[in-house]
T-cell receptor, first 113, second 120 residues
Framework: ELKVEQNPLFLSMQEGKNYTIYCNYS?????LYWYRQDPGKSLESLFV?????AVKQEGRLMASLDTKARLSTLHITAAVHDLSATYFC?????????????FGEGTQLTVNP | KAGVTQTPRYLIKTRGQQVTLSCSPI?????VSWYQQTPGQGLQFLFE???????NKGNFPGRFSGRQFSNSRSEMNVSTLELGDSALYLC???????????????????FGEGSRLTVL
């Protein structure tokens, strides 16, 4: 059974600081996704990582994937208040799972002024 | 391009009742999947439909069912509601061309706003 673990689960940081969220998964996978969820809202797709060594960047967020270590990271650079949200990583397997994704528990990020 | 549309957005039911939730995927997307989100269990996969056929099913009891219509719209039904069914039910659509794979697609899911179900 595929398990996905994120850490930390809660992250409070100051504006302007950098931090990294980690996502570990238990079995071989060939696709990893990062989503953002604001309170009471749906999931917004941030990044799609499909190969070992993939790196994607959008604004202050950068995601990477190491399939050998079964690890993805979401790095936040110079955080701003607008980044406060819950971030989920999700893992799927192209050949067997279709649209079935296994989600991590989520990291609740609070950026303080 | 319109996103994934879910109705109703909010509903309140009592134990023992049943509920039907509706999802219209993004135009051109043929795969619809459903997820349940609760504070205790997080996001859990319910099932996926493609070409009017259930392709994948999560670990939920038979009270949870779904279907997909020829226009790719999907409904899910929960019968004999229990308190623990209170959750945000999220529908997601994705491009899928055939079978169980995305045939070179990214498999990216696009989520609707969700239907928040409260069972009293």
């Amino acid at each position: 059974e595929l398990k996905v673990e994120q850490n930390p689960l809660f992250l409070s940081m100051q504006e302007g600081k950098n931090y990294t969220i980690y996502c570990n998964y238990s079995t071989t996978s060939d696709r990893l996704y990062w989503y953002r969820q604001d309170p009471g809202k749906s999931l917004e797709s941030l990044f799609v990582l499909l190969s070992n060594g993939a790196v994607k960047q959008e604004g202050r967020l950068m995601a990477s994937l190491d399939t050998k270590a079964r690890l993805s990271t979401l790095h936040i650079t110079a955080a701003v208040h607008d980044l406060s949200a819950t971030y989920f990583c999700a893992v799927g397997k192209k050949e067997t799972s279709g649209s079935r994704l296994t989600f991590g528990e989520g990291t609740q990020l609070t950026v303080n002024p | 391009k319109a996103g994934v549309t879910q109705t109703p957005r909010y509903l309140i039911k009592t134990r023992g009742q049943q509920v039907t939730l509706s999802c219209s995927p993004i135009s051109g997307h043929r795969s619809v999947s459903w997820y349940q989100q609760t504070p205790g269990q997080g996001l859990q996969f319910l099932f996926e439909y493609f070409s009017e056929t259930q392709r994948n099913k999560g670990n939920f009891p038979g009270r949870f069912s779904g279907r997909q219509f020829s226009n790719s719209r999907s409904e899910m039904n929960v019968s004999t509601l229990e308190l623990g069914d209170s959750a945000l039910y999220l529908c997601a659509s994705s491009i899928r061309t055939s079978g169980r794979t995305t045939n070179g697609g990214t498999g990216e899911l696009f989520f609707g706003e969700g239907s928040r179900l409260t069972v009293l």
